[in-house]
């Protein structure tokens, strides 16, 4: 479902995923201005409450909280803000399903991307990763990767960032499942006797945390 005002949000074209280089130029751009829109990012995260695609993809996850902002199917894309990190459960390596493009607003965190040394496609463990290149990321930093690239991003406490997917580009995304963390440090579950799980639609509660976190960093109004 798309935002119900109209903004230049609506008027971005669709995301080639057929080169990179064109994502990232998008998407950076997307990033950047949305970042200097602060009436927009707040009416994005306000209306979450109100749109019942954008909440039930509204997520708590085995790293982070996201918030999904902004969804545009038709084009290929889909606006994220991800929050409150789980600092002992980002140091598993993984990719994802997805070209992504991303940008620190406030916080940080170190970011390692892994070279595998077992081909580009399918699972792996730790034992066939290599690093590549570490960073420091910090407020004002953005990157793009594909999918087929291995990283993990050991965030600060009160990072938070925007975050631009396109398309599925493979059916399953992997990690290191000899390093993924014990399962009592899963997100807790919505309803109280269930499992945990590594990643949840939000509660409404939850939700209005997230909300209240991003006006106390001077985020929204």
Same mark, same amino acid.
């Given at each position: +479902?798309? !935002?119900?005002? !109209?903004?230049?949000?609506?008027?971005?074209?669709?995301?080639?995923?057929?080169?990179? *280089?064109?994502? %990232?130029?998008?998407?950076?751009?997307?990033?950047?201005?949305? !970042?200097?829109? &602060?009436?927009?990012?707040?009416?994005?995260?306000?209306?979450?409450?109100?749109?019942?695609? &954008?909440?039930?993809?509204?997520?708590?996850?085995?790293?982070?909280? *996201?918030?999904?902002?902004?969804?545009? =199917?038709? $084009? /290929?894309?889909?606006?994220?803000?991800?929050?409150?990190?789980? =600092?002992?459960? %980002?140091?598993?390596?993984?990719?994802?399903?997805?070209?992504?493009?991303?940008?620190?607003? !406030?916080?940080?965190?170190?970011?390692?991307?892994? &070279?595998?040394?077992?081909?580009? #496609?399918?699972?792996?463990?730790?034992?066939?990763?290599?690093?590549?290149?570490?960073?420091? #990321?910090?407020?004002?930093?953005?990157?793009?990767?594909?999918?087929?690239?291995?990283?993990?991003?050991? +965030?600060?406490?009160?990072?938070?960032?925007?975050?631009? /997917?396109?398309?599925? &580009?493979?059916?399953?995304?992997?990690?290191? #499942?000899?390093? +993924?963390?014990? /399962?009592?440090?899963?997100?807790?579950?919505?309803?109280?006797?269930?499992?945990?799980?590594?990643?949840?639609?939000?509660?409404?509660?939850?939700?209005?945390?997230? $909300?209240?976190?991003?006006?106390? *960093?001077?985020?929204?109004?």
């Amino acid at each position: +479902m798309l !935002t119900a005002t !109209t903004s230049w949000l609506d008027a971005v074209p669709p995301l080639d995923m057929d080169d990179l *280089r064109k994502f %990232q130029r998008i998407s950076r751009n997307m990033l950047d201005r949305l !970042t200097d829109d &602060r009436e927009l990012l707040t009416k994005l995260v306000n209306d979450v409450l109100h749109d019942p695609d &954008r909440l039930a993809a509204s997520r708590v996850t085995l790293l982070l909280n *996201r918030l999904s902002l902004y969804q545009a =199917p038709d $084009r /290929r894309f889909e606006i994220r803000l991800n929050m409150n990190p789980r =600092p002992d459960n %980002q140091l598993v390596p993984h990719d994802h399903c997805y070209a992504f493009a991303t940008r620190i607003l !406030t916080g940080g965190y170190v970011h390692v991307v892994r &070279r595998r040394t077992n081909g580009w #496609e399918g699972p792996f463990t730790g034992a066939d990763l290599e690093p590549a290149v570490m960073t420091v #990321e910090r407020p004002g930093s953005a990157y793009t990767l594909g999918e087929s690239m291995v990283h993990q991003a050991v +965030m600060e406490p009160h990072t938070v960032t925007l975050f631009v /997917r396109g398309p599925r &580009r493979k059916k399953l995304s992997h990690a290191a #499942e000899e390093l +993924m963390p014990p /399962r009592a440090s899963w997100p807790e579950p919505a309803i109280p006797g269930d499992a945990p799980e590594e990643s949840r639609p939000c509660t409404l509660a939850e939700y209005q945390r997230m $909300r209240t976190c991003l006006i106390e *960093r001077h985020l929204i109004g």
